[in-house]
């Protein structure tokens, strides 16, 4: 079996380590063969404007035009509008920066103006001169809801007013029930063409698991043609960037790229998982779930850093397609690292 | 007759003009002793958000945070929105600096929270540290209409799009016959407190005689006991800023103070006429219509014009008031400069 025919890359997207991958992909492959879905479960009505965090960082990394030292936001941003805020009294506690404001009065006005949330994504990147499909997961909205010691808090209190301070014991996902996965999502999941399906280095709780829990995405996943493959969001007991680890201590769950492994495979959704030269230690007993197991350097400080990984995950991807194929029978593939 | 125990002034008022007026009212007067009543026929939403442009321009001047350069917007303004929704293919005909923005997205914020846009306006006023009552004319949406000869445009499409240039037949305030006003506005206007009412040197066709065509304006303004004293927006032929000359000449109109005289008159709407010293050649023609006529500078390039015009009107209406006392029986003031 030869995998030449297929071209297409899937990745499922958090924020900003979903965004770094996705970027590495975007220069490999051609405009046509990416489609990078997002999680929205973050966006939130703020101001009276709708605001979708992983979305626009992807967007803005993709576009060029992201800022890379915070990780999120626009380069060359200017805060004007929120100290003029700050002095009408208004709330401040998320940082909306003046360019980035700009995203959020034109998504809005566009949503306002009956397009979908996918139709306002599309519109945007092409004026962004980004060549790869941005989707959004879902067309409708899910929110998810932070359960913690101290109550209920919605994803961005939880996030940014309160500095992910408050102890996690369990998230919901509120609309996940009602809301369709964006159907091109559907489509690029379960297309032919579709060589490899990422799931991006980003938080499985609040990130991915949102993704996957739309109706019809596990499923999909676990009956397409094409090789599923995680890049660990957690390397040496630690996230690179967010709450991941943090979470999964307050979850009681080991901080390891083994219990994130753990975390997709409990679902059967993975064919293969990806994890940092920090944790080869752990390659051993993630094989032993099941999953074959690259071992490489995941932390993406530099551009070069985004694409060797893109690529290597693709390599691995299409060499774990191609095993499956040649020892289906077999049923059980064998570590390919 | 004395006038002593009246300390209120009420400015009805429009954008630039009005809003220089204004200031210097301000400074001679307690904020508990001044109402400056805007237009708000020229509000228009954009982009989902509310803009008032001249209440706006009325309280950034008073709030000390006005642009002097441009007569709109705020101060050391920057412009990343603007530029931002320019690289996303957005309407950027109307030119919203960042700090602005703040305005319309807070107040949208409010308006949508259910406060009334008086409501709104007190507590912005109250942020900016505005000591004076500021006011809407109304609460209900009030829009101009410009009647041109290739049509009908909104208010901001005919004066910022197109920049005036089209050639005016007449105005069409959509609205005017349900909005109520303000109650406040018809408050201070009979207030027995209320020593003087001023017209601003404002646009008599786009911003005055909107708030005079609001339900019970006018026939107040007739009974009220208090002097009602416009100042000429038309100095030496032209209108000092804005396109009311432009609109005079167009309507047939002899581009005069006398002009402007003529058009409140017509209506029984004034007690007296405030025109510049480059018109003074004009005073008795405008007293032959019945008004008393102060000449003075009414260009107001420095602060200190601001307060010496204010203070200059504000003696001007009273004297009325108190010659008014004093002939009230003979029915036909004289003139008083």
């Given at each position: 079996m030869t995998t030449g025919a297929r071209s297409h890359c899937v990745a499922l997207s958090g924020g900003v380590g979903g965004a770094k991958l996705a970027l590495g992909l975007s220069r490999l492959l051609p405009g046509d063969a990416l489609t990078v879905v997002c999680n929205t479960a973050d966006d939130f009505d703020h101001l009276g404007l709708r605001i979708c965090p992983d979305l626009d960082t992807v967007m803005?990394?993709?576009?060029?035009?992201?800022?890379?030292?915070?990780?999120?936001?626009?380069?060359?941003?200017?805060?004007?509008?929120?100290?003029?805020?700050?002095?009408?009294?208004g709330e401040t506690w998320f940082r909306l920066g003046d360019r980035d404001l700009a995203t959020h009065v034109e998504r809005t006005r566009r949503l306002r103006a009956g397009e979908s949330l996918t139709?306002?994504?599309?519109?945007?990147?092409?004026?962004?001169?980004?060549?790869?499909?941005?989707?959004?997961?879902s067309d409708?909205?899910?929110?998810?809801?932070?359960?913690?010691?101290?109550?209920?808090?919605?994803?961005?209190?939880?996030?940014?007013?309160?500095?992910?301070?408050?102890?996690?014991?369990?998230?919901?996902?509120?609309?996940?029930?009602?809301?369709?996965?964006?159907?091109?999502?559907?489509?690029?999941?379960?297309?032919?063409?579709?060589?490899?399906?990422?799931?991006?280095?980003?938080?499985?709780?609040?990130?991915?698991?949102?993704?996957?829990?739309?109706?019809?995405?596990?499923?999909?996943?676990?009956?397409t043609g094409a090789p599923v493959v995680a890049v660990s969001p957690i390397v040496g007991g630690a996230?690179?960037?967010?709450?991941?680890?943090?979470?999964?201590?307050?979850?009681?769950?080991?901080?390891?790229?083994?219990?994130?492994?753990?975390?997709?495979?409990?679902?059967?959704?993975?064919?293969?998982?990806?994890?940092d030269d920090d944790d080869a230690g752990q390659a051993a007993e993630i094989e032993d779930l099941g999953l074959p197991t690259l071992v490489t350097g995941t932390v993406m400080e530099t551009l070069a850093d985004r694409e060797r990984l893109a690529r290597e995950t693709i390599d691995f991807a299409r060499n774990l397609d191609s095993r499956r194929g040649d020892v289906a029978e077999a049923g059980s593939p064998e570590p390919s690292a």
């Open positions: 803005y990394t993709l576009g060029g035009i992201s800022n890379r030292d915070t990780g999120w936001g626009q380069a060359h941003e200017t805060w004007s509008f929120l100290e003029a805020l700050s002095h009408l009294g139709e306002v994504t599309t519109a945007l990147c092409e004026a962004l001169g980004i060549a790869a499909r941005v989707l959004p997961m409708d909205p899910v929110r998810t809801v932070v359960l913690t010691e101290t109550g209920e808090l919605s994803f961005q209190h939880y996030f940014v007013r309160d500095a992910c301070a408050p102890t996690v014991s369990g998230f919901r996902f509120d609309g996940i029930d009602t809301a369709r996965p964006s159907p091109a999502f559907l489509e690029a999941l379960e297309d032919h063409d579709t060589a490899a399906i990422l799931v991006c280095p980003s938080n499985p709780f609040v990130s991915v698991d949102p993704l996957l829990a739309l109706d019809g995405v596990e499923v999909t996943l676990r009956r996230a690179v960037k967010g709450p991941a680890a943090k979470m999964m201590a307050e979850l009681g769950m080991p901080v390891t790229a083994v219990g994130v492994a753990r975390h997709y495979r409990e679902r059967d959704l993975l064919d293969g998982f990806v994890i």
